[in-house]
């Protein structure tokens, strides 16, 4: 068993296909199969089975793929913490939700990396599942979302303030108002990002607190999407003011001031709580917990647009 038919089998199993895990390894097909068979012959047992046009992991491919995970994580992990040892700079892998590496996160990575530019920095981009997943297999340092953690050994610090607004387009009736209740806003089409993610489960709390049954919800796969959709006056949204300073500033969506909106919430830093933390670690955690990465974000939104109070 190698790394590299570990590695390989992990892709398989994260893609849900030989052509996925070829594609995204930019190996051939042919060599990801040849991984898989040397590795199920190994096994003795098979661990993957066809379903439809593509294959699922068998249970026995399940439990490999958690162990692969964590052998592969703990061996990133070493030479990290090898090469640190000898004087080098650990590299630094970071994963965010969306939100947070979108919005967040690229104003403060400009700020470490003037103060450390011999820490290479690399940031992957996806959901809570994946953040938390990257994490546990060790093959992320530090991660971002908007949520504290749920166990799992992972600890979450808050570090920046994180406030949800309602936007609607900019000719919204009800953006002139002083106040809106919320429950004026049943009857809006709203404008949700896809499941999995944090801002759709914050409106989901939101519309239960406020028990209104949304008469028309549509879904959409991005902040961007979401967005331009409601520019365009396709309905409301409830998102961070983080992802709208710009349009906000521009003009082209307008906050609603909705009773009980900002929702107040934080942005965390998250991080295995029982793993010593590499220096390249220490140092980004210094620099959210310094007046620094405020700075650095509040500035940066005073470019394209003030974030909205
Ligand atoms: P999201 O995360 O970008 O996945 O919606 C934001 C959050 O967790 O609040």
Redesign the pocket.
Known sequence: MTFSQLKTFLEVARQGSVRGAAASLLITEPSVSAALAALRDELQVPLVEREGRGIRLTAAGVELARYAAQILGLAEQAVRRTREVAGQAAPLNLVA????GEYVLPPILKVFRQAHREVQLRMEVG??TTVVERLTAREADLGF???PPEGRGILGVPFLD?ELIVVAPHDHPLAGERSVDPARLAGETWLV?EP???????TQEFWAQHQFQVASAMTLGS?GAVKQAAAAGLGVTLI?SHAVAAELASGALRRLPVAGTPLR?SWYVLYLEEDPLSGSSTKFLELLSSPGAHTAVTEWFRGPGVVPA
């Open positions: 939700v969306t939100t947070a959901n809570r979302g908007g949520r994180n990002r999995g993610s944090g801002t759709r489960e914050t902040n961070s919430r």
